[in-house]
């Protein structure tokens, strides 16, 4: 057992390589670089800073620093470096974090590598930062960038083997060829190697996933998305399309509120009931990673996917939730009622207000109650309050003193649509009527070429449901009655439209033409590929190989896999036998047959031209002569330098007559 | 040498290189990763590695496959110095090999491209620190990595070490020794000032500067001239005549007598205690006293 630890130390110790050549610093480096700078923009400034200060110190450390003190110095530079990591992310586990720690790593371990051993694990190393980076992102920019990446950290291991410094383009050609011939094995096993549906640990969320819609909306709470081009989501229409004023995509109700915000409650509703009169339209979402388990469809949805459930408020979530990204069909009956009657217990929650909330509201509330009791009249009361009263649409409204929704309705009129939606609810819940909010996702951007509609998250939103009696649940986005006038310049109003088809012929529409083209590219990636998890897989195998299991498609794709080696060493054997030196040795074996037949086997130090005179000895002098001829040019082409064609030889051994068996039985008598 | 039937195949092994498991580890770490946190494009190029490294590992054992490696005989070198082995690689193949390498133990070569078609000679240096018979054990192998450094292609030749070891040579001068008188002697061979006297046969051995070229070419036969010895001086290396410290030294003096008495031309005869080597001139005869004076001692 010792001896085995002790030989296992030995073997970590011992790097006998080389010592590492300028020219491979200069690869690796290359490759490093390139692996490397697309995380720094993720990561804090002076990473980056410490990092790039670590790659050029390298020849000022080497030239100045003896060896040792050199070591120290950058072990003690590295662990502030850790350190600083540390407090930053409070702590070395997680995305952020392990990429932070893997680029400092990088960095130093540049500096200091000294053999040809460390640069090799420099370049893996280079590999792994760029897997790092789909942690963040998996655009087809991004893919693309990776690609080259590993194209180029490929080349830098084909310029450390290398016997002399190669050229620059030489490596980055057979590093592309090697790849490039690795895409269709890899393809395979892409389509065919299991997915998990469940993490090992952790969840699988990615760079955007802080983005979403939460489940508390206070001041402020959606004004952070509200000037993020991050998309939200796609969507296709299989059968019919939606008109614009009904894009509104329902996400989750609040109803609770407590002076300052509107929260989710959880309560023992019963059932849900759903809207029976209305057009049905049928979606197909693409949803981009978010934290929540939301399944944002039209409003309303009627028509879940299996793993998903609807609430009494009308709330679509999925059961199982990894916050990765997910495609799914739905279908939504849009009307904007649902005929509902409520129970005494769900009128006391939809009506219930703080008891110190919104004073002057509920005095305006009960000025319009007064006035007419009838529930219609008072919605539109309060529309007319927004849109006749100097409200203003902003993203940056002022901050309000006191008692936020009074401070809105009354001193400042400034807000955008979370302070309309619940202002709105407020007034209607003072008024008795029962009224609720909710967020979700407005409009959206038609996209021509790939007939879709993407929804961004600047595009999240506010509005509000009334319950009238005799009628239900019915939408009113108080946003829409402000004035258009009175939008802020340079905001575009949150409305339920979709962007005009632009007019063919028009210049200018080039630019959103590409952006069109673009985007469909992008959705396209990310449907096809990006959302290929085991669902995908599943219904792929249903459709085309229905009586497969995944361990059996598994097991096809190891052996394909194993049938394109094979079948590359059978055609690398076969092309050898075209090699000029095997022609040769089979036109001497063709030689020797025509000059007897009947030959008798090489005595062991025989050369072959000795071997030939034997077999023609006792032949006429002409045939030896011509059989002495052919060897002669047979030597020359073997051993000599000769650049004679090959076929000149063959044309000879053709013209040999071949030995007749006649003269075998003359020789025997 | 001329047979055209091909050495019998040896066989190429294939092995990971210490980066080719760091790159395994890796590989392994980012497939766990892309599995566990659904990284669709981190699958892709997992894969795509994968792949890369299987074909770069067939490359590998491609690079070294059909290459041949003969060993030859090795100059003999002098205790204390070191015997270099040629290998003399033949790329038989019409596609470049590249950075292949002779290992022996410790010692690897610098990496070599091999064109097709070509041949080189590759040095295995051995030291030599005693004189006798060498026979060095180990692998001699042929390694390449090419072209990714994951994978390490090896061909071993199976073929032994050994070269025999002439004494040191000693950095004093042979003492000179007592010129015997020249023998009226028949068989004395020709020396080179002096007149010319005549000619007689050849005999295998007469230098070829004496060779009469008119007398060939006229009558077909070989002839050397003859001349008048001037000083025939016949010298003996006598074991007896070294005073020195102890066997080894006296061989190494001797030895350098005979190298310095072959280089100046001069006729020698060795005398060592059971052998005696009649006076010649000539490569080989300096050979055959270098040869006795490396076996001296060692049973037969």
């Given at each position: 057992m010792?001896?085995?630890?002790?030989?296992?130390?030995?073997?970590?110790?011992?790097?006998?390589?080389?010592?590492?050549?300028p020219?491979?610093?200069?690869?690796?480096?290359?490759?490093?670089?390139?692996?490397?700078?697309?995380?720094?923009?993720?990561?804090?400034?002076?990473?980056?800073?410490?990092?790039?200060?670590a790659?050029?110190?390298?020849?000022?450390?080497?030239?100045?620093?003896?060896?040792?003190?050199?070591?120290?110095?950058?072990?003690?530079?590295?662990m502030?470096?850790?350190?600083?990591?540390?407090?930053?992310?409070g702590?070395?586990l997680?995305?952020?974090a392990?990429a932070?720690?893997?680029?400092?790593?990088?960095?130093?371990?540049?500096?200091?590598?000294?053999?040809?051993?460390?640069?090799?694990?420099?370049?893996?190393l280079?590999?792994?930062?760029?897997?790092?980076?789909?942690?963040y992102?998996?655009?087809i920019?991004?893919?693309?960038?990776?690609g080259?990446?590993?194209?180029?950290?490929?080349?830098?291991?084909?310029?450390?083997?290398?016997?002399?410094?190669?050229?620059?383009?030489g490596?980055?050609?057979?590093?592309?060829?090697?790849?490039?011939q690795?895409?269709p094995?890899?393809?395979?096993l892409?389509?065919?190697?299991?997915?998990?549906?469940?993490?090992?640990?952790?969840?699988?969320q990615?760079?955007?996933?802080?983005?979403?819609?939460?489940?508390?909306?206070?001041?402020?709470?959606?004004?952070?998305?509200?000037?993020?081009?991050?998309?939200a989501?796609?969507?296709?229409f299989?059968?019919?399309?939606?008109a614009?004023?009904?894009?509104?995509?329902?996400?989750p109700?609040?109803?609770?509120f407590?002076g300052?915000?509107?929260?989710?409650g959880?309560?023992?509703?019963?059932q849900?009931e759903?809207?029976?009169?209305?057009?049905?339209?049928d979606?197909?979402?693409?949803?981009?990673?978010?934290?929540?388990r939301?399944?944002?469809?039209?409003?309303?949805?009627?028509?879940?996917?299996?793993?998903?459930?609807l609430?009494?408020?009308?709330e679509?979530?999925f059961?199982?939730?990894?916050?990765?990204?997910?495609?799914?069909?739905?279908?939504s009956?849009?009307?904007?009622?649902?005929?509902?009657?409520?129970?005494?217990?769900?009128?006391?929650?939809?009506?219930?207000?703080?008891?110190?909330?919104a004073?002057?509201?509920?005095?305006?509330?009960?000025?319009?109650?007064?006035?007419?009791?009838?529930?219609?009249?008072i919605?539109?009361?309060?529309?007319?309050?927004?849109?006749?009263?100097?409200?203003?649409?902003?993203?940056?409204?002022?901050?309000v003193?006191?008692?936020?929704v009074?401070?809105?309705?009354?001193?400042?009129?400034?807000?955008y649509?979370?302070?309309?939606?619940?202002?709105?609810?407020?007034?209607?819940?003072?008024?008795?009527?029962?009224?609720?909010?909710?967020t979700?996702y407005?409009?959206?951007?038609?996209?021509?070429?790939?007939?879709?509609?993407?929804?961004?998250?600047?595009?999240?939103?506010?509005?509000?449901?009334?319950?009238?009696?005799?009628?239900?649940?019915i939408?009113?986005?108080?946003?829409?009655?402000?004035?258009?006038?009175?939008?802020?310049?340079g905001?575009?109003?949150?409305?339920?439209?979709?962007?005009?088809?632009?007019?063919?012929?028009?210049?200018?529409?080039?630019?959103s033409?590409?952006d069109?083209?673009?985007?469909?590219?992008?959705?396209?990636?990310?449907?096809?590929?990006?959302?290929?998890d085991?669902?995908?897989?599943?219904?792929?195998?249903d459709?085309?190989?229905?009586?497969?299991?995944?361990?059996?498609?598994a097991?096809?794709?190891?052996?394909?896999?194993?049938?394109?080696?094979?079948?590359a060493?059978?055609?690398?054997?076969?092309s050898?036998?075209r090699?000029?030196?095997?022609?040769?040795?089979?036109?001497?074996?063709?030689?020797?047959?025509?000059?007897?037949?009947?030959?008798?086997?090489?005595?062991?130090?025989?050369?072959?031209?000795?071997?030939?005179?034997?077999l023609?000895?006792?032949?006429?002098?002409?045939?030896?002569?011509?059989?002495?001829?052919v060897?002669?040019?047979?030597?020359?082409?073997?051993?000599?330098?000769?650049t004679?064609?090959i076929?000149?030889l063959?044309?000879m051994?053709?013209?040999?007559p071949?030995?007749?068996?006649r003269?075998?039985s003359d020789?025997?008598a | 040498?001329?047979?055209p039937?091909?050495t019998?195949?040896?066989?190429?092994?294939?092995?990971?290189?210490?980066?080719?498991?760091?790159f395994?580890?890796?590989?392994?770490?980012?497939?766990?990763?892309?599995?566990?946190?659904?990284l669709s494009v981190?699958?892709?190029?997992s894969?795509?590695?994968?792949?890369?490294?299987?074909?770069?590992?067939?490359r590998?054992?491609?690079n070294l496959?059909?290459?041949?490696?003969?060993?030859?005989?090795?100059?003999?070198?002098?205790?204390?110095?070191?015997?270099?082995?040629?290998?003399?690689?033949?790329?038989?193949?019409?596609?470049?090999?590249?950075?292949?390498?002779?290992?022996?133990g410790?010692?690897?070569?610098l990496?070599?491209?091999?064109?097709?078609?070509?041949?080189l000679?590759?040095?295995?240096?051995?030291?030599?620190?005693?004189?006798?018979?060498?026979?060095?054990?180990?692998?001699?192998?042929?390694?390449?990595?090419y072209p990714l450094?994951l994978?390490?292609?090896?061909?071993?030749?199976?073929?032994?070490?050994?070269?025999?070891?002439?004494?040191?040579?000693s950095?004093?001068?042979?003492?000179?020794?007592?010129?015997?008188p020249?023998?009226?002697?028949?068989?004395?061979?020709?020396?080179?000032?002096?007149?010319?006297?005549?000619l007689?046969?050849?005999?295998?051995?007469?230098?070829?500067?004496?060779?009469?070229?008119?007398?060939?070419?006229?009558?077909g036969?070989?002839?050397?001239?003859q001349?008048?010895?001037?000083?025939?001086?016949?010298?003996?290396l006598?074991w007896?005549?070294?005073?020195?410290?102890?066997?080894?030294e006296?061989?190494?003096?001797l030895?350098?007598?005979?190298?310095?008495?072959?280089s100046?031309?001069d006729?020698?005869?060795l005398?060592?205690?059971g052998?005696?080597i009649?006076?010649g001139?000539?490569?080989?005869?300096?050979?055959?006293?270098?040869?006795?004076l490396a076996?001296?001692?060692?049973?037969?």
């Open positions: 010792r001896r085995l630890l002790l030989r296992l130390r030995e073997f970590l110790r011992r790097d006998t390589s080389p010592a590492i050549r020219h491979q610093l200069a690869w690796c480096g290359a490759a490093a670089l390139t692996a490397v700078l697309p995380l720094l923009l993720h990561l804090p400034w002076w990473l980056g800073v410490i990092t790039l200060a790659g050029i110190a390298r020849p000022l450390i080497g030239r100045h620093l003896p060896a040792r003190s050199a070591r120290a110095v950058i072990a003690a530079i590295a502030l470096g850790a350190g600083l990591v540390y407090m930053r992310y702590g070395w997680g995305r952020d392990g932070a720690l893997l680029v400092l790593m990088l960095g130093f371990k540049f500096l200091e590598s000294r053999s040809e051993g460390d640069a090799y694990t420099l370049v893996l280079s590999y792994f930062l760029v897997v790092m980076n789909f942690f992102s998996q655009s920019v991004v893919t693309l960038y990776a080259g990446s590993a194209t180029l950290s490929t080349a830098a291991l084909v310029a450390l083997t290398a016997s002399r410094p190669p050229t620059v383009l490596p980055v050609r057979e590093a592309a060829v090697l790849l490039l690795s895409l094995p890899a393809l395979l892409f389509l065919m190697f299991p997915r998990l549906s469940v993490p090992f640990w952790g969840t699988t990615e760079a955007q996933a802080h983005f979403g819609l939460s489940e508390e909306m206070s001041a402020r709470s959606l004004g952070s998305l509200a000037r993020s081009d991050e998309v989501f796609r969507v296709s299989p059968r019919l399309r939606p614009g004023a009904q894009l509104y995509w329902r996400g109700v609040l109803w609770r407590d300052h915000s509107w929260r989710r959880r309560a023992d509703w019963p849900p759903l809207p029976t009169q209305g057009v049905t339209i979606q197909i979402v693409t949803l981009e990673p978010q934290p929540d939301w399944l944002l469809a039209l409003d309303v949805p009627t028509g879940l996917p299996e793993d998903a459930m609430n009494r408020q009308l679509a979530s059961r199982h939730h990894d916050g990765g990204r997910r495609t799914y069909q739905v279908s009956m849009v009307g904007g009622i649902v005929p509902v009657s409520l129970s005494a217990e769900e009128w006391r929650a939809m009506t219930a207000l703080p008891a110190d909330a004073p002057r509201a509920k005095t305006l509330a009960a000025g319009w109650k007064a006035e007419s009791p009838d529930d219609v009249s919605v539109r009361q309060a529309l007319r309050q927004f849109a006749f009263q100097p409200y203003r649409y902003t993203l940056t409204p002022p901050e003193k006191g008692d936020p009074d401070g809105f309705l009354f001193d400042t009129r400034r807000g649509c979370e302070h309309y939606a619940s202002a709105f609810t407020v007034l209607m819940r003072a008024a008795g009527i029962p009224a609720r909010v909710v979700g407005v409009g959206g951007e038609w996209n021509e070429q790939g007939e879709y509609v993407k929804v961004v998250q600047s595009r999240a939103h506010a509005w509000s449901e009334v319950w009238l009696r005799n009628r239900g649940w939408r009113i986005d108080p946003t829409a009655a402000v004035s258009f006038a009175r939008v802020e310049p905001v575009s109003r949150l409305d339920a439209d979709l962007v005009p088809v632009r007019r063919r012929g028009d210049l200018s529409d080039l630019g033409w590409m069109e083209a673009w985007d469909y590219m992008d959705y396209q990636w990310t449907r096809q590929v990006l959302a290929y085991q669902e995908a897989q599943q219904r792929l195998f459709r085309y190989m229905p009586y497969t299991t995944p361990a059996l498609m097991a096809a794709a190891i052996a394909l896999f194993a049938a394109t080696y094979a079948l060493i059978w055609l690398h054997q076969w050898r036998r090699s000029p030196q095997d022609r040769l040795q089979r036109l001497y074996l063709r030689l020797c047959r025509r000059l007897a037949r009947r030959r008798p086997p090489r005595v062991p130090g025989e050369t072959a031209r000795d071997y030939v005179l034997r023609v000895a006792d032949d006429e002098p002409a045939r030896r002569a011509q059989a002495l001829a060897v002669e040019l047979y030597y020359r082409l073997r051993y000599g330098r000769e004679t064609d076929t000149v063959e044309r051994v053709a013209q040999l071949t030995a007749a068996l003269r075998r020789r025997q | 040498m001329g047979s039937s091909s019998p195949a040896l066989r190429v092994r294939l092995l990971p290189s210490p980066a080719g498991w760091i395994l580890a890796i590989l392994a770490a980012l497939l766990l990763c892309s599995l566990n946190y659904g981190g699958f892709l190029l894969f795509m590695l994968m792949a890369m490294a299987m074909n770069a590992g067939l590998t054992w491609l496959r059909g290459l041949r490696a003969t060993l030859m005989p090795a100059a003999s070198p002098h205790a204390g110095g070191i015997a270099s082995f040629p290998v003399r690689l033949e790329n038989p193949a019409r596609r470049l090999r590249h950075a292949v390498r002779l290992r022996y410790a010692w690897s070569s990496p070599e491209d091999l064109p097709p078609a070509a041949v000679t590759m040095l295995v240096p051995v030291p030599a620190p005693k004189r006798g018979v060498l026979r060095s054990g180990g692998r001699l192998r042929l390694v390449s990595r450094g994978f390490e292609a090896r061909l071993r030749l199976p073929a032994e070490l050994s070269v025999l070891v002439y004494p040191r040579v950095v004093q001068p042979f003492p000179p020794t007592a010129q015997q020249a023998h009226a002697d028949a068989n004395q061979r020709p020396s080179d000032d002096g007149d010319y006297t005549g007689r046969d050849y005999r295998p051995g007469d230098p070829i500067r004496h060779l009469s070229w008119k007398a060939l070419a006229r009558q036969k070989a002839m050397t001239k001349f008048t010895d001037a000083a025939a001086e016949q010298r003996w006598d007896a005549q070294c005073h020195a410290v102890d066997d080894e006296r061989l190494s003096l030895c350098r007598g005979v190298l310095d008495l072959q100046a031309g006729r020698y005869g005398k060592l205690p052998l005696a009649e006076p001139s000539g490569v080989t005869h300096a050979e055959r006293c270098l040869r006795a076996l001296h001692g060692s049973p037969a």
